[in-house]
DNA sequence: CTAGCTCAGTTGGTTAGAGCAGCTGACTCT
DNA sequence: AGAGTCAGCTGCTCTAACCAACTGAGCTAG
């Protein structure tokens, strides 16, 4: 693959020059011939791969080339690596997403862009539009979860604050009515990042009672199978989090 | 943090046995420490980051672990790395997770979950979710583009087949209206995932014709401000892809 | 017999130094 | 001027050695 560009004389005359962008590089190959061995031999999630020094001899590279490899996949969660022990397929979750969209949001934020408030956008698009399909049709069991849950924020809420937790999994029990497990790590995903990021940057603070009204408002639209009130209920929730967004402010 | 698990004695007993689980790798740190040097200089995609060698003395480590960090944050598009030429802060677009989600989905398929279909509800779930915001409320220059693009693929449908860029073009465009860049690059993302592991596993084959027509109700739908018929819409386009999946099977 | 310790062996982590490979910018030749 | 050359950057790969974490078996004391 090749690449055209200029640049700029002494003279101040521009030349055209062909370069290759290549990339051909090995670490990146064995990358390449890590996942191949991982799907050729059908190897799920937690089951060993071969040691370092048999990758060196099954590749026919040198160690650092297979280290460098193993550590971008690592990042990737395609591998897990436990010093001393071994090397293992990766767990294939959603946690290297979370950790590039909060990079990603507190460096735009701290450039002065609105990264923060366009990641809450993408969960309340996201989550308005689910919302609607699940009004009546959560199961009896999440429903109990979700009172559950409900209860436990009324009870925080008189001790001050919400855990972080408690608003995760009512997030994470409400949208598992739509039977997707990718969907939910996603959501759980796009979740995480926004709370990481929110809490390092703003600091929290919603006042506990509203969080827990606005919880049990989403709740009772839901279980009451109204779709409109169900996804309004959600947009407040959204809304509220926004405001205190926007008042802790842009520091 | 610690981990207790327990394991089995030549005699039979099982014992706890207390490991750490550290992580407290050299690699890791440094690639906080880069991190952390984006953020705290404010450099936006495409500013160089030091070399190597100065990496390696502003760091105080070896030219490898610098290396091993560097290849992980490239992986995860914090840094982009150019032989010959320098290192340089990243796009931070979505790339690694298309990748992540693809490489997922396909080691999915081939240990028997049927992930591409997951993968594809997702897209649906999502998609239908978004479509019903976005009735009659889809800017004049975006639909300009949407018409275009709908004529393109009746040009292509004629033709035999109907290009794959085309397809991402439109729906593209079409979300576009939600005026939100991240959403926008999560659904291309999710988009490309599935098409590029589609056309590995499955190979392609939907009807020309019918998808042209599919995508051309779509449109009419969100001109004409009808919410439901646009979400009707959206389903059938997507119950179509899900019936051309089965069909050409689980092989 | 059992609980707990020790230690050799295996596996990943880190460093160092050398040489290879790609790109730029200035120099030189025509 | 335009085109080719080359020194000097930058990243890439390899080799070799040693450090650090964990396992499993054997040993010791009770």
């Known amino acids: 693959m090749l690449l055209r560009y200029t640049r700029r004389r002494a003279g101040g005359s ?17 990358q390449e011939r890590i996942k191949k061995l991982i799907i050729d031999r059908r190897l799920a999630p937690g089951a060993p791969l071969p040691t370092e020094t048999d990758l060196m001899a099954l590749l026919g590279v040198s160690r650092n080339s297979v280290r460098e490899a193993l550590k971008a996949l690592q990042a990737m969660g395609i591998v897990e690596i436990r ?11 959603m946690a290297p997403m979370t950790e590039g969209l909060a990079f990603r949001t507190v460096a735009g934020h701290y450039r002065g862009e609105d990264s923060l408030l366009q990641l809450l956008e993408l969960r309340e698009a996201v989550e308005t539009g689910l919302i609607a399909r699940l009004a009546g049709q959560v199961p009896a069991a ?5 009172d559950e849950l409900v209860a436990r924020m009324a009870a925080e809420a008189a001790d001050g604050a919400v855990r972080a937790d408690t608003d995760r999994a009512f997030h994470a029990a409400l949208y598992r009515g739509l039977d997707n497990r990718l969907l939910s790590e996603v959501l759980d995903a796009f979740w995480e990042a926004f709370h990481r990021v929110r809490t390092d940057l703003a600091g929290l603070g919603a006042d506990p009672r509203v969080t827990h009204r606005q919880h049990a408002d989403i709740l009772a639209a839901v279980r009451g199978g109204d779709a409109q009130r169900a996804e309004q209920a959600v947009r407040r929730h959204f809304d509220n989090i926004r405001q205190r967004l926007r008042s802790s402010g842009p520091k």
Chains 1, 2 share one sequence.
């Open 14 to 30: 521009l030349v055209k020059t062909v370069i290759g962008v290549h990339s051909r590089t090995m670490a990146r190959d064995i």
């Open 83 to 93: 010093h001393g022990f071994g090397t293992y397929v990766g767990p294939m979750s």
């Open 142 to 146: 999440d429903l109990a979860e979700l």
